[in-house]
């Protein structure tokens, strides 16, 4: 299989699935009033890898969720996955996806060496064998793996299950540089309207004249910016903005019926006077609830049938998957997804005034941002409060 032969019809609405109904989700995850952020190409990745681990109704029920039919064969969904992987892990010293792909089995259970190949190969998953009987032990588990997978990364996951037969974790940190970086010494301090009763003064990066991709996006009372990272795929960082304040959850009702690509399509070069702020986000999420609600019910029940993961002795065992704990970091600033080494000594309170007659994209209220080429949309998410 030839890792860079990659087709972008390929790419589904799958993300944009899991991120809006984690918005609704009923359980400890209010996506509606914090900064949120997840990797829908990741958490696919996994869930693709599951399917080839799978059989019988597990396995249809899998193929039909994530639309594996739309690949020629499984070889051409392996090579799909692992050179959007490689895009993103290898190409340039500037960028950097540190990623914890993990299946842990319990230690009861044998797994498949062809298996545990495949998954490490194409996918950059381990598969391990531990203890999963109590809940401490797999609360420390998850917390040393992410300390040696993810850079000054901590845990708050907490876990309700013992006797797991099967846990899922992936976590990310992406960091990269702009290809176009902003001036650490323009930074200043704006006001950003959380709501209409609450204004926040925060740190937010300017320029005046920013040659960038942009749209209005009237039917969706909105408008995006792209901005690019310095990446040979063309990796960049889409932001949708609504024109209205107080307008994101419409414009994410209405991101359910749209694809990432048809927007980035319309998209021309334009001088446009930017003003985005400076923000941190660590958010992690059980994403049990969101895939149940989505029609993956088989995935978690005791009737689950994965026996291509397991060896012939432990195949005819029942698998059922705990969770799937999700976690992603991003932090963006003047340089962009990385540790800054400009800053400005003194935050400057600048002007809000604004040449309106120009393009301008003034990101000083809730936004929706996803990173991506044209392949993959890697990380998406929102900011909403500082």
Not at 118 to 128: P, S, V
Not at 251 to 268: D, P
Not at 296 to 320: H, M, R, T, V, W
């Amino acid at each position: 299989m030839d890792p860079a032969n990659n087709n972008n019809n390929f790419e589904t609405n799958f993300g944009l699935d899991i991120f809006t109904n984690l918005l609704n989700s009923d359980g400890t995850t209010d996506g509606n009033d914090k900064n949120l952020i997840i990797s829908p190409f990741l958490v696919e990745a996994l869930l693709a890898l599951l399917y080839l681990g799978s059989d019988g109704k597990t396995a249809e029920e899998l193929k039909a969720k994530l639309h594996i039919q739309r690949f020629p064969n499984n070889a051409k969904m392996a090579s799909y996955f692992a050179g959007n992987l490689a895009a993103i892990t290898q190409n340039s010293p500037d960028t950097q996806l540190e990623i914890c792909s993990k299946i842990f089995v319990d230690e009861q259970h044998d797994l498949d060496m062809e298996f545990q190949k495949i998954a490490y190969k194409y996918f950059l998953t381990q598969t391990e064998k531990q203890n999963l009987q109590h809940t401490k032990n797999i609360e420390d588990l998850l917390k040393n793996c992410l300390q040696e997978n993810l850079k000054k990364s901590a845990i708050n996951f907490k876990i309700f299950q013992e006797n797991c037969k099967a846990l899922l974790l992936m976590a990310a940190n992406f960091r990269n540089k702009w290809f176009l970086p902003f001036s650490a010494y323009r930074s200043g301090l704006y006001d950003f309207h959380v709501s209409s009763d609450c204004v926040k003064s925060i740190p937010m990066m300017l320029d005046n004249e920013m040659f960038v991709k942009f749209v209005e996006l009237k039917e969706m009372d909105a408008r995006a910016i792209e901005l690019p990272y310095e990446h040979d795929d063309e990796i960049s960082m889409l932001i949708i903005l609504p024109n209205k304040r107080d307008g994101l959850a419409e414009l994410e009702t209405k991101l359910k019926q749209v694809n990432l690509s048809t927007i980035a399509e319309q998209m021309q070069m334009e001088s446009v006077q930017l003003l985005l702020p400076k923000f941190q986000i660590d958010f992690e999420c059980s994403l049990k609830a969101v895939l149940e609600k989505l029609g993956f019910s088989l995935l978690f029940g005791e009737d689950s049938n994965f026996k291509n993961l397991l060896s012939p002795q432990s195949a005819s065992s029942s698998l059922p998957i705990a969770d799937i704990l999700h976690k992603v970091c991003l932090d963006v600033h003047e340089s962009g997804s990385e540790s800054s080494n400009v800053e400005a000594t003194k935050p400057i309170v600048i002007s809000n005034s604004i040449d309106t007659r120009q393009k301008f994209f003034r990101a000083d209220h809730p936004f929706f941002f996803a990173i991506r080429n044209r392949d993959a949309t890697y990380f998406m998410g929102h900011v909403v409060k500082f």
